[in-house]
């Protein structure tokens, strides 16, 4: 679930189950900015997922390329909880689906 706060960020919330009419509690609150895959966009390092805008499919989605254009993400999670074979606690998930971004937009080291 999300919502568009201005042109370039938005708010969303993950709950435990896919459908929220299934929820029985929110696991993630979180923030998306607009940017570009790589490390001198990145807003900080507590945004660790980039997400392409033209993916065909969800899963095709995560950052590739330099300079490709999507959102960075930052998960903060609202409890203790497990997923992905791990155990979360409150705040920040630094390791929620981490895609390191190469150091510069153009692609050069």
């Known amino acids: 679930m999300a919502k568009w706060v201005n042109d370039d960020v938005f708010v969303f919330l993950q709950?435990?189950?896919r459908s929220p009419s299934n929820a029985t509690a929110i696991n993630y609150i979180g923030i998306g900015k607009r940017g570009t895959f790589c490390?001198?966009?990145?807003?900080?390092?507590?945004?660790v997922h980039f997400h392409k805008w033209n993916?065909?499919?969800y899963k095709h989605g995560h950052g590739s390329k330099a300079g490709e254009e999507g959102y960075w993400l930052m998960w903060v999670a609202t409890g203790e909880f497990d997923v992905q074979g791990r155990h979360?606690?409150?705040?920040?998930?630094r390791e929620f689906s981490p895609t390191p971004p190469p150091p510069k937009c153009d692609g050069s080291t």
């Open 15 to 17: 709950f435990d189950e």
């Open 39 to 47: 490390e001198e966009d990145r807003p900080n390092p507590d945004f």
């Open 55 to 57: 993916a065909t499919e």
């Open 88 to 93: 979360v606690k409150p705040g920040v998930d």
